[in-house]
């Protein structure tokens, strides 16, 4: 093992640099400030508080044990029985994913949200997003009445306007507009058209504010048919991805990352392990994963794919003019390997594209013709219906809104005046349209425009439908009644139809008439259409293929230069951020307390600079920067001022920002978080998260562009405080406690595939020995002994378990400021390390939750016995013996303890409803770690022994487990075998974080594997 | 001399003090609700129903059997008999002999306590719904009540044979329920360590005493 070895991993530019200059100050394990001996509170302000302390504390004494109220059902519905869960099977609306989902219903009301296992698309996963949306159900700022002119108004006075209004406007012929984000339902598409169809002029215009446009258009070009094509990663063994982030937010991410993992699987025989190259001018969670990586600005994308289409053009054979090309920025010799590659993998590659420009879309289609890539990895005939917005459309409308030629626009999942670059133009320009329908069920910026609002149910409280892919059509069912008094879009579409009906009578006759016939298992509909209740949704055989025309070569024309950038000025590039996307969430907490994945922040956006552009503009993480744009953006906005974030592997002349903050939503968030002397707000000085960036979008060409040159950035000299989790809870092993030769062992362990080929135990750097142990070994385990095992190749960092932890455990959300004081609750966190120089980085990803260790440090320093262990193995917190010494998370090798500073109660008292009253809500002064859901343990322990059975192999999943798309988390019986987490932690990548400690973790973790020339691998495993 | 005489005093009325406070505030512990006996908006007797009818606590706590919660019944399952039983035989014996002796045909009698019950689920005198009356579920008092960091699952101990009166005391002997237990945490202890030993109804149980059997 080679010395400087050790410290290959580090979290932050910072830690990197210290350990440079001074291994100690690195080695810091409480890098806290002491902010009160250095901070403002006076002596004043300490007696105020000291004196509210003494007379809480007289008050609360006071209290007496309070009558309390048992209130059961008069007549109590046939399959209800209080406090049993009961799941209902659903389609996810938290995106146009159309994921599965099995909707846990407590005492009738939804409280979480899991992936449905049977789901053919998602197969069990569910993001982070998806997790969240539960929230939204609860909101009691969401518009719970249908509003005339921004008053209440009941459905009667509001129907009957609108038709009033629509009537005259049939008689005059004028252009009415249905203004929606994709729309996959086939029954709602039918509604739409028969309420369209009334109309002489009438028209269904579909944007996406993460928009794929160009890609459907290069299909039209290619193919003769506007579609989306269902890719297929699991088929992939090479796939090349050009800024398609595709396994955080491109598309469908759930099923991409359940479909890329199934072609990595070390342990299949034999062993399958795609090759991933991912071309991209920022850090995306993809690129993270990605086996290698190349950067490329935005602007040289189409430059590169053109290389790649004329190398593989010359392997193929085929004519491609590739006379006067520009040379491409990035190493032809990488480049030529990329398509070698390719190229061997035929018929077992694809290539991605995440451009908005159809012309490199156009190219991408062409090399995956050369692959063959059609109807192996990619899907045509049963295509994805996910995006399927028309941005050539969408600036028709615009044409259209700014010439007054529209009498009637509705609008219906989208934010316009947000979402689109010119969007605080189109305020005044809808003023002048006659009738303004939204149909949103929250308020933003385009509903406070709007006439009338007519606001839709939340998806768990309606009938509906979704198609994401041609033949799987996930069925949503209602899991609650309505909370307010809103109607379902179906509904509202049908009334103005002329043929009010409810959207469960219009749903089933649809399923009748469009979805029975094609199928091909049932013959009775009501079999049909129970099943398909039951399930979630149904797989139709019967889909009839899309036609489309073979692939044309002719419209292939090479992209022969990119725009080149000058001194000091910068590609800004515009990307949607894992949980907040494009802003339709921006109102959930949870996923604005989300650490992105890859930068840790929360709570705002920032501007990323890769290190080398950060040191020549002399600003560190914090420093405010003023961005310029050479031509005004849509709003006429010129600059705007954004808090710097370095991100090593970032492209030297781009700057990342993330879209979806600022908006309005976001308003509600002042409150956020403990009031207290010394807590500063969570909203920045707009009053609002974070700043909207979408100005700076251009739509030109009839696409939606997401990077913009040129740009330049000034240094403002202020200083803005970002709320990260990066450098929380350093884990090294301090030389002291490690046994020798073992003290500087990372904890991320990798080995490379090669060398893994050759021998499974390769890149092993520490045997783990027997240690003499303080302890008496009393713990016998005779029934069960829980255990987990996580792998690290196939965790992407989606932080799809953090929500899921969140939601199952009731975690607080604590807003910035706590963040920023390093009180953030999560009990599951992901590390994020990076290997490399800083210009090229390579990525690790490690979910770190309490390890459960038989040795367990926390529980030797507990005083009062609040953190014991149990027979099962588990390290239990009995929160209501803890007083909050705190001396167990100091003794945590870990950091994975979590310590209630305040009360943090929702700030939305009905959001409470979301609680699991399985689960206590912890108050002020209580300690607080990862269970392994003990909760679910105990359900399934006894609902075993209820049935007389004995507990099976998976019938425990904790919630991290459950949401994983990846399936990278296992929890089960070590005492058993042949459970699969037993199976699992026998392998030989297995290995356990600060083994050398002895503290003995219950968790073990799979190294990671990575493809690596050999010749870099020999140097670095030694 | 004076301040002796009030030393005296003031040492007397302390003892005083520490006795009748000692008296009257028996010595629990904060939170222990036994022989906690609230009135009940409705006062149903489990005395007759329990005891003198014979009703299995389970035909109207459904509950314990499949989930945590035993449950009140809701007020359906009470008008599975009081559709027809809709006051005692002692009051309609009264009734008609009083309506003999008055030589008046007799009335319907109605026990003012299942009127509150046709109340809340808004029936007319005919027992049948009706809409233009108001619904009201009815409040009971909660008697046993564990705190919200306990979590106890009836099942658990329903299906490996625990009578309902090792916890709940005599029930079918009560008027208006009782707690009886203090059901504080050693008590609950002192029970799971017994029965790992004694078994529960002659068969072997595990009744684990690990903290997050109920502290979740």
Redo the contacts between chains.
């Keep these: 093992m080679a010395g400087d070895h050790s410290h290959r991993y580090w979290k932050s530019l910072e830690e990197r640099n210290a350990l440079v200059e001074s291994p100690a100050a690195a080695e810091d394990e409480f890098p806290e400030s002491l902010e009160f001996a250095t901070g403002s509170i006076g002596r004043r302000q300490f007696l105020k508080a000291a004196g509210f302390t003494f007379v809480g504390a007289v008050l609360t004494g006071c209290q007496r044990?309070p009558?309390?109220?048992?209130?059961?059902?008069?007549?109590?519905p046939e399959e209800v029985?209080?406090?049993?869960a009961y799941f209902y099977a659903s389609t996810c609306g938290g995106c146009s994913a159309g994921c599965g989902l099995l909707v846990k219903n407590r005492d009738g009301r939804p409280i979480k949200l899991e992936g449905n296992p049977e789901h053919p698309l998602s197969k069990g996963g569910l993001c982070a997003t998806g997790q969240a949306s539960i929230l939204g159900l609860y909101d009691s700022r969401r518009i719970l009445h249908p509003l005339r002119e921004g008053k209440e108004a009941t459905w009667e006075q509001v129907d009957r306007d609108i038709l009033d209004k629509l009537e005259g406007i049939r008689r005059e012929g004028r252009a009415v507009r249905f203004l929606s984000d994709s729309i996959s339902s086939p029954t709602t598409l039918a509604t739409l058209e028969a309420f369209l169809g009334r109309f002489p002029n009438a028209r269904h215009v579909v944007y996406d504010p993460l928009s794929c446009s160009a890609i459907l258009d290069a299909y039209e070009q290619t193919h003769g048919m506007r579609l989306l094509p269902h890719f297929r990663f699991e088929m992939a063994e090479v796939i090349a991805s050009f800024d398609a982030d595709f396994l955080a937010t491109w598309i469908a991410p759930v099923e991409y990352t359940a479909g890329y993992q199934a072609a990595r699987r070390l342990e299949a025989t034999p062993p399958q392990f795609s090759y991933h190259v991912q071309f991209e001018p920022r850090m995306s969670l993809t690129g993270s994963k990605a086996d290698q990586r190349i950067r490329v600005a935005p602007q040289e994308l189409g430059l590169v794919v053109t290389h790649l289409a004329a190398m593989l053009a010359s392997l193929a054979g085929a004519p491609f003019p590739a006379e006067g090309i520009e040379q491409p920025a990035v190493p032809r010799q990488a480049l030529q390997e990329v398509a070698q590659r390719l190229w061997e993998a035929k018929g077992r590659s694809l290539v991605v594209c995440g451009s908005q420009d159809v012309s490199t879309q156009v190219l991408c289609n062409f090399i995956n013709h050369l692959l063959s890539s059609y109807s192996n990895t990619i899907d045509l005939a049963l295509p994805s219906r996910q995006r399927r917005g028309n941005d050539r459309e969408l600036q028709s409308l615009l044409e259209e809104l700014h010439g007054g030629k529209i009498a009637a626009l509705f609008i219906s999942g989208v934010n316009p005046v947000y979402d689109l670059p010119d969007g605080n133009q189109l305020a005044p320009l809808l003023q002048q349209v006659p009738l303004v329908v939204s149909l949103d069920g929250k308020p933003n910026e385009t509903t406070e425009l709007a006439h009338y609002v007519c606001p839709n149910h939340h998806s768990l409280e309606s009938w509906g439908d979704q198609e994401p892919v041609s033949g799987v059509v996930g069925l949503s069912q209602p899991c609650m009644q309505p909370l307010g008094n809103t109607r379902a879009l179906l509904e509202s579409l049908a009334a103005w139809t002329g043929t009010p009906k409810s959207a469960y009578d219009i749903l089933r006759e649809s399923w009748q008439s469009r979805i029975f016939p094609r199928q091909t298992k049932e013959s009775s509909f009501q079999a049909f259409w129970d099943r398909s209740v039951q399930d979630g949704f149904a797989k139709l055989e019967g889909t009839r293929a899309t036609a489309v025309r073979p692939f044309a070569a002719g419209v292939v024309h090479p992209i022969l230069s990119a725009g080149a950038l000058g001194e000091g000025e910068f590609a800004l590039v515009l990307y949607p951020k894992v949980g907040i996307l494009d802003g339709r969430h921006a109102e959930n907490p949870w996923l604005q307390e989300l650490p992105d994945p890859i930068t840790k922040v929360t709570w705002d956006n920032y501007a990323c600079l890769s290190p080398a552009a950060a040191a020549a503009l002399r600003v560190s993480a914090g420093d405010v920067v003023r961005l310029e744009s050479g031509p005004a953006t849509g709003n006429g906005q010129k600059g705007l001022e954004l808090p710097v974030v370095v991100q090593p592997g970032q492209h030297d002349q781009v700057v990342a920002v993330a879209l979806g903050y600022g908006s309005k939503a976001t308003e509600r968030f002042a409150g956020m978080g403990p009031q207290w002397i010394e807590g500063k707000s969570t909203v920045g000085e707009t009053g609002r998260v974070g700043v909207s960036v979408a100005p700076w979008l251009r739509l030109v060409d009839g696409a939606l562009q997401y990077w913009r040159t040129p740009v330049k950035l000034q240094p403002t000299g202020r200083h803005l405080a970002l709320a990260s989790t990066q450098t929380y809870g350093g884990i090294r092993v301090p030389p002291q406690l490690a046994t020798p030769g073992a003290e500087r062992r990372p904890v991320i362990q990798e080995t490379a595939l090669a060398s893994y080929l050759d021998d499974v135990r390769a890149g092993k750097q520490w045997e783990a020995e027997e240690h003499e142990d303080l302890w008496a070994q009393d713990h016998p385990y005779t029934?069960h002994r829980w255990a987990m095992a996580i792998d690290l190749n196939a965790c992407t960092g989606c932080s799809a378990c953090v929500i899921a932890c969140q939601v199952e455990n009731n975690v607080p959300v604590v807003g910035k400021d706590e963040v920023r004081r390093r009180r953030v609750m999560h009990w599951i966190r992901i590390d994020r390390y990076y290997a490399g120089d800083g210009a090229d980085v390579e990525v690790a990803h490690q979910p770190m939750l309490c390890q459960h260790c038989e040795n367990a440090p926390c529980e030797t320093v507990c005083p009062v016995l609040a953190t014991?262990h149990?027979?099962?193995g588990?390290n239990?917190q009995?929160?209501?013996?803890c007083v909050g010494t705190r001396y167990c998370s100091n003794n945590c090798p870990y950091k994975v303890r979590r310590f209630n500073w305040f009360n943090y109660p929702h700030e939305d008292r009905l959001e409470n409803l979301v609680l699991n009253p399985?689960?206590?809500?912890r108050s002020r002064g209580i300690m607080e770690k990862c269970?392994f859901c003990?909760?679910r343990i105990?359900e399934a322990k006894?609902e075993a022994?209820?049935k007389g059975e004995p507990l099976r192999d998976g019938a425990i999943k904790t919630a991290c487990q459950q949401s994983c798309p990846a399936g990278a988390i296992v929890v089960g019986d070590r005492n058993d075998p042949n459970s699969l987490v037993s199976q699992l932690l026998r392998s030989s990548r297995r290995y356990h974080v600060l083994q050398e400690i002895n503290v003995r973790p219950s968790i073990g973790y799979l190294k990671l594997v990575r493809h690596r020339l050999e010749a870099r691998e020999e140097k670095r495993d030694g | 001399m004076n301040s002796r005489v009030l030393t005296i005093v003031l040492g007397v009325g302390l003892a005083f003090t520490v006795v009748f406070f000692g008296w009257s505030v028996s010595p629990r512990l904060p939170g222990d609700q036994q022989g906690y006996e609230p009135a009940q908006p409705i006062a149903y007797s489990h005395r007759l129903h329990a005891g003198e009818l014979q009703i299995g606590c389970l035909y109207c706590h459904f509950g314990a059997e499949k989930s945590r919660h035993a449950g009140i019944p809701p007020a359906g399952v009470c008008m599975n008999c009081h559709r027809f039983v809709i006051a005692s035989l002692g009051a309609i014996r009264a009734e008609h002999e009083q309506a003999d002796q008055q030589k008046r045909p007799p009335q319907t009698v109605v026990s003012p306590e299942l009127e509150k019950l046709y109340a809340a689920m808004g029936l007319d005198k005919n027992l049948q719904p009706d809409p233009s009356k108001p619904t009201n579920p009815i409040a009971w008092v909660q008697v046993h009540k564990l705190p919200d960091f306990a979590y106890f699952d009836h099942r658990a101990h329903v299906n490996a044979g625990l009578e309902c009166q090792r916890c709940h005391g005599p029930v079918e002997t009560m008027e208006r329920v009782r707690q009886v237990e203090d059901l504080s945490m050693g008590w609950c202890v002192n029970c799971h360590r017994e029965v790992d030993q004694t078994g529960v109804a002659g068969k072997a149980v595990e009744a684990s005493i690990d903290c997050d059997t109920c502290h979740y």
């Design positions: 044990a009558v309390e109220k048992a209130i059961p059902y008069l007549v109590k029985i209080p406090g049993l029934g014991v149990n027979a099962e588990l239990q009995i929160y209501n013996r399985d689960v206590t809500v269970s003990v909760q105990q006894i022994k209820r």
